[in-house]
């Protein structure tokens, strides 16, 4: 979602600023050349299409559903693109503390790497949850899946996180397809 917020944005600054540099062409244009026909931007005449137009026609009334719905697309889309970041307990009055979940799945990940036998790991982490997925080549899932459960809870355990996020554990090992 907070791609889909960031793209819209951008899509949206670009088109302000475009309608922007079309506006300062039209009015310098306009200044330097005050009997002339506009350069870029018909305004005239879309003027005297819209005076006649009166605002209780099909055309305004669809005009305005869409713009309604596209704003409020708008607004949802940017309610839910909310911040990800993983709240830690408060050290003191006044004082709120969080991490990116990047730097959480870092920090798991390097606990589960320095585990002997693992020969990768791949972590994403949340404020819900973290899901561990290694690979080794010596241990199959029965035996490395219980340490690394473990290696896990005790960076959990290290980390002073407000709410404890659920861990999901998944070992890919040649052992386990034979």
Do not use: H, Y
């Not at 889309?77 to 050290?91: C, H, K």
């Amino acid at each position: 979602m907070r791609f889909l917020v960031r793209f819209l944005s951008t899509v949206l600054g670009l088109a302000v600023a475009a309608g922007g540099a079309l506006l300062a062409i039209e009015v310098g244009w306009r200044s330097w050349q005050p009997g002339r026909a506009p350069l870029i931007v018909p305004w005239e005449r879309w003027r005297e299409d819209l005076a006649g137009l009166p605002w209780t026609s099909t055309s305004v009334r669809v005009t305005a559903v869409i713009v309604l719905v596209a704003g409020l697309l708008f607004v949802l889309f940017a309610l839910t693109a909310g911040s990800r970041a993983v709240r830690m307990t408060d050290p003191a009055d006044g004082i709120c503390v969080s991490t990116s979940p990047r730097a959480l799945a870092r920090l798991v990940g390097l606990a589960v790497r320095a585990q002997a036998n693992v020969t990768g790991a791949s972590v994403t982490a949340s404020a819900r949850k973290v899901r561990v997925r290694a690979t080794s080549r010596l241990e199959n899932e029965d035996q490395l899946r219980p340490r690394l459960l473990e290696t896990v809870a005790t960076v959990l355990d290290d980390v002073p996180l407000e709410r404890r996020p659920k861990v999901s554990v998944v070992v890919d090992s040649p052992k386990d397809r034979r």
